[in-house]
């Protein structure tokens, strides 16, 4: 097999700015920007006059701001939640089955490009673009906090909205890196699309009621913990594992530890066995909790990235 000559990431900055170029400049884009900005801003608005109406002296007044007390639908996480999915799987379902659609592939790659430099730019592209949009967003989302609310967020506060930030783009780069698989996978971007969306819907909505039923048929409850309104200890934990399956999930557990120290949801039932009263964690346990979720976001990234890579390499672009 003969040897490829030149670094394998040679061209990979011409692909990386003209599809950042595209990207940012597209229709498509602009909708998905406009969307996120009015839905934020809306949600944010009820958010500040929610929290100057009950809890003015709460330590951590400026996370309630993204993540206001209560069970509500209309907070900015579960807006954001629903949206950068969305906005990940616009960006890369179409990024390689579209260049085999306008027969521009066989061009490109006649260039001194490699596949590599290909699939890597175009995957960073749309990282870079969704993560210009949503540091916009939480600036601000900050900035009208500042003038709504009068006071400046605390140092915590700020090193947890920053982890916040980080863990939302990951969790993008997660969805992105499956849209960009199955646009590897499929010739058709409609067929791409609606794959990516579908798996989007099974595992944000579907999967969690499946990890709750597959989790009581592997360790059925315990009547002892039954009856004292506890669940047993060995089917929340299947529970539990078989739910992280799910990136949802994952994402769900770093913004709950993250935005809401107070609430501890997965310290929270160990603390009952053990008679203590919660308080809220101090910033540095906070991450260590959630270290494990957010390498598992980061190496499923890695994973889906690795297996579009290893099927791109292995198509014929000729087609």
Known sequence: MPQREGSPWQGMSVVFFRELFD????????????????????????????????????????LRLFAPPGQTLLSFVVVISI??????????????????????????????????????????????????CLVTLWLLVLGYGLIRLGIPPSGEEIGRLLIFLFATIVYGGIWLALSILLSVAFRSTATAALVALGLWLFLSLLWPALAQMLGEVISPSDIRFATLGL?????????????????????????????????QSMTTLLAQFQGRVPSPLPLNESIIQTWPQMVSLIAGTILLYVVGYVVFQRQEVRA
Not at 236 to 263: C, H
């Open 83 to 132: 949206l950068v999915p969305i906005m990940a799987i616009g960006l890369g379902f179409d990024s390689v089955n579209g260049e085999y659609n306008r027969r521009t592939m066989s061009r490109i790659l006649a260039q001194p490009i490699y596949r590599d430099a290909l699939l890597f730019g175009k995957f960073l592209a749309g990282l870079i673009t969704l993560t210009i």
């Open 231 to 263: 669940p047993t200890p060995d089917t929340l934990a299947w529970q539990t594992a078989l739910s992280r399956v799910s990136p949802g999930t994952l994402y769900g557990e770093v913004v709950i530890a993250m935005l809401n120290p107070d609430a």
């Open 23 to 62: 990207h940012l400049t597209s229709a498509r884009m602009l909708v998905m920007q406009l969307l996120v900005v009015v839905l934020g801003a809306a949600v944010v608005y009820f958010a500040a006059e929610q929290i100057r109406n009950t809890t003015a002296e709460d330590p951590f007044l400026f």
